[in-house]
């Protein structure tokens, strides 16, 4: 069972260059969020998705765009990294509503911008 | 503003030790309370999930309990084993002003347990 899947696992980017990290969850959910952890600061929300064809802000979504290709993807984009971008980036999904339902996570992107 | 926290930050113990793991929260209106494990290198993985209207939840030997009125709750591992060393978050679930349902995260606490 693959579950919510990120790619890449690794990456070095330096600053002013672009990425996207990509997100895909094979469990039919229709919730999908972005999230970075860094040292000292827990999990923040940068954007999430609530269903197909809809995205919102969340907690620090400066700098940041994203994509909801289909139920299945989600994707994050970074036009031009700076190194405060540099962190662990996860993805989680959800079916139904987050006050009822666990959050399934992928095993993270950690990103270095030089 | 709604704000997660988890002291101590680490905690280092022997093999065998019944451990209580502590989250406090400053507002009392949330929908769950969630605890997650979290391996080195690895995601979150959901442990046990407490409705508001409920007290506590257990699964094997963790057991989660919820004090909504005082903000509190405690992850209870009981026999401990190298096995559980990583760091656990607690989260709650709470609707902020003006916006959709959202997770909170504290800032984890990492367990070690020593053989």
């Known amino acids: 069972n693959a579950g919510v899947t990120q790619t890449p696992k690794f990456q070095v980017l330096k600053t002013g260059q672009s990425m996207t990290l990509q997100c895909a969850q094979d469990m039919n959910h229709n919730s999908m969020y972005w999230y970075r952890q860094d040292p000292g600061m827990g999990l923040r929300l940068i954007y999430y998705s609530a269903s197909e064809g809809t995205t919102d802000k969340g907690e620090v979504p400066n700098g940041y765009n994203v994509s909801r290709l289909n139920k299945r993807e989600f994707s994050l984009r970074l036009e031009s990294a700076a190194p405060s971008q540099t962190s662990v980036y996860f993805c989680a999904s959800i079916e139904g509503q987050l006050a009822k339902n666990i959050q399934y996570f992928g095993a993270g992107t950690r990103l270095s911008v030089l | 503003k709604q704000e997660v926290t988890q002291i101590p930050a680490a905690l280092s113990v022997p093999e065998g030790e019944n451990l209580v793991l502590n989250c406090s929260f400053t507002d009392s209106a949330i929908y769950n309370l969630q605890w997650f494990r979290q391996d080195p290198g690895k995601g979150l993985t959901s442990l046990l999930l407490i409705q508001s209207s409920q007290r506590e939840q257990t699964s094997g030997r963790l057991n989660a309990s919820l004090d909504k009125s005082s903000g509190r709750s405690t992850l209870y591992i009981a026999a401990s084993q190298p096995g559980d060393s990583a760091t656990y978050l607690c989260?709650?679930?709470?609707?902020?002003?003006?916006?959709?349902?959202?997770?909170?995260f504290g800032k984890g606490m990492k367990l070690t347990v020593n053989p």
């Open positions: 989260a709650v679930c709470h609707l902020p002003q003006g916006g959709s349902e959202k997770l909170v």
